[in-house]
């Protein structure tokens, strides 16, 4: 492949801030700010593994649901650079919905019934 098609074809930090500031004049997302978002999260699906292509849809999912409800915390005044928080953010996103799809097997606190056999609600 082409390197510099595929440069060209994914998000660029400027046009990102432009976008993003654009989406916070009009008070939404514009179709331009969700491309790039769609963008960015297959770019960050490409560096993980899933067994099962429904997961990896789920995930995606997670992480545009959480671009859409963070994306106007982003403030163009502290830092010049959103593509680092919305790649924070949709990173986060495939976590959660990893974590949501598959959780985990062992419990993390133990009953303290379990140890000593009493019937109390505290946990070790």
Known sequence: MNPY???????????????????????????????????MIHGISKKMAY????????????????????????????????FAYFTQIAKNGFAKGWKKIHPPKNPKTIPFSYITGEDSSYNV
Do not use: H
Request: glycine share 2%; aromatic share 8%.
């Open 5 to 39: 098609k595929m440069a060209k074809d994914y998000v660029k930090n400027s046009d990102l801030l432009k976008a993003v500031c654009e989406s916070k004049q009009k008070g939404e997302l514009t179709k331009e700010t969700i491309d790039m978002f769609i963008l």
């Open 51 to 82: 067994k099962d292509p429904d997961d990896k849809d789920d995930c995606m999912a997670f992480a545009m649901e959480d671009l859409c409800k963070y994306w106007n915390r982003f403030d163009p005044t502290k830092s010049n650079n959103p």
